[in-house]
């Protein structure tokens, strides 16, 4: 899925524009344990209740696609062979009706998911009317786009106190209830590319972007989680000294970040739709271009292919700081503004090495202006 495609499917999360009836669900406990079901109709229920439903579960497709996020990607194999894959294609062939199917997925969830507090697994079913477009109008009615959406949100405690009616103007007192937070994790299945249903692929969400939820992966699509952003940052820098060696220097990182960034600026001003992604041929032409030699980069090649996997395609910005560029000393800390990283330059004086500021547009030391001797 890419922007637009996404962008389509959030604005059907509104009273008057989706075609879900209710939402289906079930509590659990911290423990791990299914408390009872539920199924609430967005028809009969009050318009505030609606829309505040819809509005949790929109929260399922935010964030940035290849951060909060992911593609998760079924096999031929997955597809024919696969219990995960067959229990998404019930729940959704049956819009979610079947009790059974019901039943042995919120048994998978309550298994993988560990929240310390009580929790709601939600789960909708949208048949969306997708209307053929020439020229950015829509035209006749060409094909439906049947899909679930399953948001998994913690339940926080309320306390108990006083609150003011207006229709009789007085306090009421009112008991603790269990509020309903946003979203930590959910997915969209199957996914919406090139505007039609795609039963390979599922679009998986995390609010933590620190950790995929390995297990809850495992057990609904029966997949390897996604390397969480820090992790792939992490690993690329891993990478990055590993294969570069005494010529991994502050020319040849700052040279990579500002590389990256006019991919990201050049991407956003062309306005294309599909997600900007970086390759390990990427790094070696970039690296290529700061003059590194063709042996240092098939070490590269081959310390990417081991941390991420052969063919992997990354998000600039889960790799490369591309805002500011960041210089760290066991006890100093240095961020330098995006287009102002040529005033950091290091050099070795006495024989000690020294990071160097250009200060020449002055200096001030807690907010203090200072002067430089000459």
Do not use: W
Not at 69 to 86: A, M, P, R, Y
Not at 95 to 117: C, G, M, P, Q, T
Not at 252 to 274: D, F, G, N, Y
Not at 275 to 303: F, H
């Amino acid at each position: 899925m890419n922007e637009k495609e996404l962008r389509e499917i959030k604005r059907r999360f509104r009273p008057d524009r989706s075609n879900i009836p209710n939402i289906v669900g079930c509590f659990i406990n911290s423990s791990g344990e299914i408390v009872y079901r539920f199924n609430q109709s967005i028809l009969l229920s009050e318009s505030d209740e609606s829309e505040a439903l819809l509005s949790v579960m929109k929260k399922t497709l935010s964030g940035s696609l290849g951060t909060n996020l992911n593609d998760i990607e079924f096999s031929t194999g997955d597809v024919t062979n696969t219990e995960e894959h067959k229990l998404l294609m019930t729940l959704r062939d049956s819009h979610l009706k079947d009790e059974e199917a019901l039943s042995s997925f919120y048994a998978r969830v309550a298994e993988s998911v560990h929240i310390n507090s009580n929790y709601v697994v939600l789960l909708a079913n949208d048949i969306y009317d997708v209307y053929t477009k020439e020229n950015d109008e829509e035209s006749g009615s060409s094909s439906t786009f049947s899909y679930i959406v399953c948001s998994i949100c913690p339940l926080k405690d309320n306390d108990s106190g006083l609150f003011f009616r207006e229709a009789d103007r007085l306090f009421h007192s009112v008991t603790a209830n269990a509020i309903l937070t946003r979203p930590v994790l959910g997915f969209m299945f199957p996914a919406f590319d090139d505007r039609a249903a795609n039963i390979y692929h599922a679009l998986y969400y995390t609010k933590d972007i620190s950790s995929a939820s390995p297990e809850f992966v495992a057990r609904i699509f029966a997949k390897e989680a996604p390397m969480p952003p820090k992790v792939q940052k992490a690993t690329f820098n891993y990478c990055l000294h590993e294969a570069l060696g005494e010529e991994c220097s502050l020319e040849v990182v700052r040279s990579v970040s500002k590389q990256v960034s006019e991919m990201v600026e050049a991407h956003k001003e062309l306005k294309i739709p599909e997600p900007l992604t970086i390759t390990k041929s990427t790094v070696k032409e970039m690296l290529e271009r700061c003059g590194i030699e063709e042996k240092t980069l098939e070490k590269l090649g081959e310390k990417m292919d081991e941390s991420y996997g052969k063919n992997a395609e990354l998000t600039p910005k889960n790799v490369v700081t591309t805002t500011r560029l960041e210089v760290a000393l066991p006890d100093i800390k240095i961020s330098v503004k995006k287009g102002k990283e040529d005033m950091i330059s290091t050099q070795v004086i006495g024989g000690k090495k020294y990071v160097l500021i250009d200060a020449s547009e002055g200096v001030e030391v807690n907010g203090i202006p200072v002067k430089i001797e000459e």
